[in-house]
C-alpha cells in the first residue's frame, strides 16, 4: 500500500519541464525501478565498488539523451563525493529533492529486503563507510527496518510530504469506546510507525488515547497529521475499561504456596484509569499482573503480538512476587530466561536469597564474584541449570553480546526494577539505566529469534501532569504499555506531624536547637526513627554535639559509611538494639524494615515524590500507624535548592560539550572516533575523574534529548555509545626491565606507544635530558583474559597496580603514565599562549581582590557578569565567562599541590545566603604556581606551536576516585588553555573508560556549539525544579490536615493541576 501511495506522491510531483534532476529521498527499497534512471550497477551496498570512469560515461549518456533525470538520494550523494555533480550543472539541470517523509525524519523498508539487512549491520559498525555519510541511523521493529537520513545540503529545492500535512485538520474531540484498539500517545516512534503502517495497509479508524500528561508527544501529534493525509480517520478516545479482571489465583498459586501451604495472593487497591487523572480504586488480585506479564512472554516467544508491563505502587505492596512468578513459570515450562535489572547488590542478594524458596534456578552476577564463578554461573544459566539472572545495568551493558551471558538460551521476559532512577535527573540520577533502551533494541536486533516483554516496577514514579515521571520511563526504555498499574497513592497508616516554625533571629541555630530537642524525645520513647538529612556534614555535626551520650542507640547511614558498617548499622536497626538512624536518601531501595515508626525530616531535601518515598519508610508492618515530622522553616528549601545547584546540568556545559566533539571531529577528520573522559575535564566543576565519567554521560544524554525533542533538528546527529570498562594502560618500561617481562612472557602484550627518542626534552641548563626507557601500552583485558581469570578484573588491576600478581613481583617496573597533547589554535606560539594565560589569571586575581578588600559576598553569575562587563573584548560572549568563570574558580580553589603551597581554598560557600565569600588570598599562590608552571614547562617551547609531556600517573587507576585532572597543575594549565579557546588538549593515560562517538551532522552540532543556544532539556529540568520548590513549600505551609496532604499527594502523582495560590 505504502508503495501505491509512494507511485502516486512521485507522479504528482513530477512536471513535464526540461533539463530537470529529481533526487528521491526514501525511496532505495521501494522497487520502482522503472522511476529511475539507471546509472549504477550495484546497490548502495557496493556503490563504491563502481567504475569511476564508467559511471562518468553513463551520467554523460543520461544527460545527452533525457530531460528528466531520477536517481536515489544515495547514489546523487556518491556522484557529490566524487565531484561528478557539476556535469548536471554544466547541462543546465535544475536538482529538485522528492523527500517522502511520511514519518518526519523516518523511513520504512520490509525486514525481508536483503540490501537493507545489509545495511542494517554495516551502519552499526565502528568502520567508516559511505553509507554512514548518508543514512545517520537505523534501526528495528517487528515488521519494519526504520531508517534516518543525513542531511547533506544537496539542493534548496525540495517537495516534501511533510510540507503538505501541516495545514491538516484533526478532530481532537474524545469519544468514550468500550473494547476498541487504541493507541497510547506515549508510545515511541518506531512502535507507533509499526503501528501506523497496519492502518496504512488497511486498517480503517485510527483509535489513540490522548492521556493525562503535559509532555507533547510531537512526533505522534506529527503522525496524526500525516496518516489524516493519506485519508485514514484518526479518533481520540477515552476507552471505557471492562471490569474483566478474573480470578487467576489458581495458575499460580502452587508457585506462591512453596512460601507455606496457606498463603495467597494480595488483593490490591489499584487506580482505575489513572492515564486520565481517575481517582477511582479497584481491587486487583496480584494473580491478575502475574497472567498478563507471563501470557505476553508466552505470546512474545511465539512471535505473537505482545505488550510490556509497568507497575508504580508502595514498598511492601508485593511487586517482587508478581514478577518471580512469571519468570518461575518460564524457566519451568518453557526454558526461557529471565533477566532482572537491579542498582544495588544488596537488593540482588535480598531478593536471591527470598526467591530460593521459590526456586533454586535463581542467581545474580555482580563485581563481588570472581570470572570463575562468574563463569560457572553463565555456564549453569546455558545448561539450564539456572534461569533467573539479578544483575545490574553495568553488567549487562558491559556484555555487548547478550550470547556472552546466556549463550544459546533464549529471553522470555525482562525486568527493570526501581525503574524511576531512568528519569531522575540529579545527583542520584543513573544513566547507565537510560542506556538501556538501546540496549534492548540491539538485542533484538542481532537476534531475529529473541523477542521478550519487559516488565518495569517502582514505588516512585509520576503519572501524568507536569513532572511525568512516567512518560519519560516508558519513552526512554521503548515499552509499549497499554494500561499501566498504577496502587494507591493515599496511606491510611501515616499521619503528618508538621510544626511550621518561624525565625526569630539565627536560622541555623534555633534549627539545631529544635533537631536536638525533637530526636532526645525520639529516644525516650523508644520507638524505630528514621532521620533524613540533605547533608553527610549535618549528619556527623548531630551524631557528634547533639547525640554525644546516646551514640550506643545511634546508627548512621550514608553513601561513604564502611559496609560493614552499614550492614551493622541495618542489623541493630532492624533487631531493635538500635532506635534510631541518621541518614541520607541512600537509605532506601534495598532496605527491609517494615516496623519503623517515624521518619523525621531535618529538611526536605528533593520534590514530593522523594519525601513520599522517604516517609513510606514508616509502618510496613500490619496494623502499625507510623508519623511523618518536620520541624519546618520557610528556610529548609535551601537544601533542596542546593543539591539541585550542585548535581543539575548547567547550559555551558552541554555548550562546552559540543564544542569539543566538534573539535575532536574536525581534528581527527572522520565521523567514528574514540574520545576519553578526560578531554571534557575542562568543562565541568567535579572533584574526580569518576564523577567526570558520570558528568559527561549525563551531558551527552541532555545532548539527546535535545535533538530528539526537535522536530527541525537530525535526530541523529551524534550518536554515543559509552564504554564501561578500560582495558589498557600506559607505562615506561626501562630498557634494563624488557628481559623480566619477556622471562613472564608479557611482552604480547605491550605495544610500543613512544620511544625514549621522542620523549627526550632539554632542561633548564640546555641540555638534552633522555628517558631510560620507552613508554608501552598494555593491554590489560587480554593479558587477564590469557593469564588471571582466576581472579576479577578489578582485582587483577590492582594487583598490577600495587606491583605484585600472584607469584610475580613486578615492584616499579611499569611506570604509569599520562600522555598530554596540547595544540595551539590560531597559529599561536606558546610565547603567545603563555602571555593570554598569564594576562587572563591577573585578571581573575583582580576580580578576587576586589572582593576579599570588601568583604562582599558574590554568586558565580554576578562574577561572570562582571568578568563580561570589564572584558568583553577579550571573550567571546556571556556563556564562555559563564564557563571560565565556574570552572577556573573552581580548578583553583580546589588547586591541590603540596609541593609548591599550602593547598587550602581561598572560597566558601554560604549555604544560607547562597553565595562565595572569599576567606584568604591564597589565590596568589595558586596563580603564581599556575603561571611559573607554564613558564618551566614551556620554557623551550615558546616558539612552537605544539608540544608533548609525559606526566606521571599518581593514581595508577587504584583509586576509583583518582583526581589527576584536578591536582597536576600541568593538566589544570592545559584546561585553563582550553577554556580560554587560545589551544586545545588531548590526553591519554589508559585508566578511564572511552565513548565511541560517531557525528552524523556536524552542521546541527555547530548550531548547538554557539554561544546563543539554550538547551530545552536543561531549561525544562530547571522548570521541574522550580515547580517541586513551590509545591513542596505549599505542601509544608499552607496544608493543615492530613486528609489535606494525602490530597494533594494523590493529585500530584497523578498529574492534576495543583494550584497553590
Not at 489499584?270 to 512472554?297: F, W
Not at 583518582?962 to 594549565?973: A, F, G, P, Y
Request: proline share 2%; with cysteine.
Amino acid at each position: 500500500m505504502l508503495n501505491e501511495i509512494f507511485k502516486k506522491f512521485l507522479e504528482s510531483k513530477k512536471t513535464n519541464k526540461k533539463n530537470i534532476l529529481y533526487i528521491i529521498k526514501g525511496g532505495e527499497f521501494n522497487n520502482l525501478d522503472n522511476f529511475y534512471s539507471k546509472v549504477f550497477n550495484t546497490t548502495v551496498i557496493d556503490i563504491e565498488k563502481n567504475n569511476q570512469n564508467q559511471l562518468l560515461n553513463s551520467i554523460l549518456d543520461l544527460t545527452n539523451n533525457n530531460d528528466t533525470i531520477c536517481l536515489h538520494y544515495y547514489e546523487f550523494c556518491y556522484i557529490k563525493k566524487i565531484n561528478l555533480e557539476g556535469i548536471f550543472t554544466a547541462k543546465g539541470y535544475k536538482v529538485i529533492v522528492i523527500d517522502f517523509n511520511v514519518f518526519n525524519d523516518y523511513y520504512v523498508v520490509s525486514r525481508k529486503n536483503e540490501t537493507a539487512q545489509q545495511m542494517y549491520s554495516i551502519l552499526d559498525s565502528d568502520k567508516e563507510c559511505f553509507m554512514q555519510e548518508v543514512y545517520s541511523n537505523i534501526g528495528i521493529s517487528d515488521n519494519y527496518y526504520i531508517y534516518s537520513y543525513n542531511d547533506n545540503d544537496i539542493s534548496k529545492n525540495t517537495i516534501s510530504w511533510k510540507k503538505d500535512i501541516f495545514d491538516t485538520d484533526i478532530d481532537r474531540s474524545t469519544m468514550r469506546i468500550k473494547g476498541v484498539d487504541y493507541i497510547p500517545t506515549s508510545i515511541n516512534d518506531f512502535d507507533l510507525i509499526e503501528k501506523s503502517l497496519s492502518y496504512v495497509n488497511g486498517k480503517n479508524t485510527f483509535y489513540y488515547s490522548s492521556v493525562n500528561t503535559h509532555k507533547p508527544n510531537a512526533f505522534f501529534n506529527f503522525n496524526l497529521q500525516s496518516l489524516t493525509q493519506l485519508g485514514i480517520k484518526c479518533v481520540a478516545v477515552k476507552p471505557i475499561e471492562s471490569n474483566d479482571n478474573h480470578n487467576t489465583d489458581e495458575k499460580y498459586l502452587d508457585i506462591l504456596q512453596r512460601l507455606n501451604s496457606t498463603a495467597k495472593f494480595r488483593e490490591l487497591n489499584i487506580y482505575k484509569n489513572p492515564e486520565y487523572g481517575d481517582r477511582d480504586l479497584t481491587k486487583i488480585s496480584q494473580s491478575v499482573i502475574i497472567h498478563e506479564i507471563y501470557n505476553n512472554a508466552v505470546n512474545a516467544n511465539y512471535k505473537k503480538p505482545y505488550n510490556d508491563t509497568f507497575m508504580i505502587a508502595s514498598t511492601g505492596a508485593g511487586k517482587s512476587i508478581i514478577f518471580q512468578i512469571p519468570a518461575i513459570k518460564l524457566a519451568e515450562e518453557l526454558n526461557l530466561v529471565t533477566l532482572v535489572i537491579t542498582p544495588l547488590i544488596g537488593l540482588m542478594n535480598d531478593q536471591i536469597s527470598n526467591i530460593r524458596k521459590l526456586t533454586n534456578k535463581a542467581a545474580t552476577i555482580n563485581s563481588e564474584y570472581t570470572p570463575i564463578e562468574k563463569e560457572k554461573i553463565k555456564q549453569q544459566i546455558n545448561d539450564g541449570e539456572k534461569s533467573i539472572l539479578y544483575i545490574s545495568p553495568e553488567t549487562l551493558l558491559s556484555n555487548t553480546d547478550i550470547k556472552t551471558l546466556i549463550g544459546d538460551r533464549k529471553i522470555g521476559l525482562l525486568v527493570i526494577d526501581e525503574a524511576h532512577t531512568v528519569s531522575t535527573w540529579g545527583k542520584s540520577f543513573r544513566p547507565d539505566y537510560w542506556y538501556l533502551g538501546d540496549y534492548l533494541k540491539k538485542i533484538k536486533k542481532y537476534n531475529s529469534d529473541m523477542s521478550f516483554p519487559t516488565a518495569a516496577f517502582t514505588a516512585t514514579a509520576t503519572l501524568g501532569g507536569v513532572d511525568d515521571m512516567y512518560y519519560d520511563i516508558i519513552q526512554d526504555l521503548s515499552l509499549n504499555i497499554k494500561k499501566p498499574y498504577i496502587g494507591k497513592i493515599v496511606r491510611d497508616d501515616i499521619v503528618f506531624n508538621i510544626n511550621l516554625v518561624k525565625k526569630e533571629r539565627d536560622y541555623r541555630q534555633e534549627k539545631d536547637q529544635l533537631v536536638a530537642k525533637r530526636m532526645n524525645k525520639f529516644l525516650t520513647t523508644n520507638k524505630k526513627t528514621l532521620v533524613y538529612f540533605p547533608f553527610v556534614s549535618q549528619i556527623k555535626k548531630t551524631y557528634k554535639n547533639i547525640l554525644v551520650n546516646k551514640i550506643n542507640k545511634v546508627g548512621k547511614y550514608y553513601g561513604r559509611v564502611d559496609k560493614l558498617e552499614k550492614n551493622e548499622t541495618l542489623e541493630d536497626f532492624k533487631t531493635g538494639k538500635r532506635k534510631m538512624v541518621l541518614a541520607t536518601k541512600a537509605f532506601g531501595m534495598g532496605i527491609d524494615i517494615d516496623d519503623i515508626d517515624n521518619v523525621y525530616h531535618y529538611a526536605p531535601s528533593g520534590n514530593l515524590a522523594d519525601y513520599v518515598q522517604e516517609i513510606g519508610r514508616i509502618a510496613r508492618k500490619k496494623e502499625m500507624i507510623g508519623t511523618a515530622y518536620t520541624d519546618y522553616f520557610e528556610e529548609d528549601l535551601r537544601y533542596i535548592k542546593q543539591l539541585h545547584g550542585l548535581s543539575s546540568i548547567k547550559n555551558y556545559e552541554v555548550i562546552g560539550v559540543v564544542q569539543k566533539i566538534l573539535q575532536i571531529y574536525e581534528t581527527k577528520k572522520t565521523r567514528n572516533f574514540l574520545v576519553s573522559p578526560e578531554d571534557f575535564s575542562h568543562v565541568f566543576r567535579e572533584s574526580n575523574d569518576e564523577n567526570i565519567d558520570n558528568r559527561l554521560k549525563t551531558v551527552l544524554l541532555v545532548i539527546r534529548k535535545d535533538l530528539e525533542s526537535n522536530l527541525n533538528l537530525q535526530k541523529y546527529a551524534l550518536i554515543f555509545k559509552p564504554r564501561s570498562m578500560f582495558t589498557k594502560g600506559l607505562y615506561m618500561i626501562f630498557d634494563e626491565d624488557i628481559v623480566f617481562f619477556e622471562k613472564i612472557e608479557w611482552m604480547k602484550y605491550l605495544s610500543k606507544f613512544r620511544n625514549k627518542s621522542q620523549l627526550s626534552r632539554e632542561d633548564v641548563n640546555g641540555d638534552i635530558v633522555t628517558y631510560k626507557g620507552d613508554v608501552y601500552e598494555m593491554d590489560f583485558k587480554q593479558l587477564w583474559s590469557d593469564k588471571y581469570k582466576d581472579l576479577s578484573f578489578a582485582q587483577f588491576k590492582r594487583a598490577i597496580f600495587q606491583g605484585k600478581i600472584g607469584d610475580i613481583y613486578l615492584g616499579n617496573k611499569l611506570k604509569s603514565k599520562v600522555w598530554l597533547e596540547i595544540k595551539n589554535n590560531n597559529n599561536l606560539t606558546f610565547k603567545e599562549t603563555v602571555d593570554v594565560y598569564s594576562q587572563f589569571l591577573e585578571i581573575i586575581v583582580k576580580m578576587l581582590n576586589t572582593y576579599n578588600n570588601s568583604k562582599k559576598h558574590f554568586t558565580m553569575n554576578m562574577f561572570s557578569n562582571k568578568l563580561y562587563s570589564d572584558h568583553g573584548n577579550i571573550f567571546k560572549s556571556k556563556t564562555q565567562c559563564e564557563l571560565i568563570s565556574n570552572v577556573v574558580l573552581y580548578l583553583m580553589n580546589n588547586l591541590r599541590s603540596s609541593h609548591h603551597f599550602n593547598s587550602s581554598n581561598f572560597m566558601n560557600y554560604n549555604s544560607n545566603t547562597e553565595m562565595y565569600s572569599i576567606i584568604n588570598n591564597k589565590y596568589l599562590g595558586k596563580r603564581d604556581v599556575l603561571i611559573r608552571t607554564a613558564r618551566r614547562e614551556l620554557r623551550n617551547s615558546m616558539g612552537k606551536k605544539e608540544e608533548l609531556f609525559l606526566r606521571n600517573n599518581a593514581a595508577s587507576g587504584i583509586n576509583k576516585s583518582s583526581d589527576k585532572m584536578r591536582s597536576d597543575t600541568l593538566i589544570v594549565m592545559a584546561q585553563i588553555f582550553e577554556l580560554l579557546g587560545i589551544a586545545k588538549y588531548s590526553i591519554k593515560s589508559g585508566d578511564r573508560p572511552e565513548f565511541f562517538m560517531r557525528v552524523n551532522g556536524a552542521d546541527v552540532l555547530e548550531r548547538m556549539a554557539t554561544q546563543e543556544y539554550k538547551s530545552v532539556t536543561v531549561e525544562n529540568i530547571n522548570d521541574l525544579h522550580n515547580n517541586s520548590i513551590r509545591i513542596m513549600n505549599h505542601f509544608f505551609t499552607k496544608l493543615t490536615s492530613d486528609e489535606e496532604r494525602w490530597d494533594l499527594i494523590e493529585k500530584y502523582f497523578l498529574g492534576d493541576e495543583i494550584s497553590t495560590e
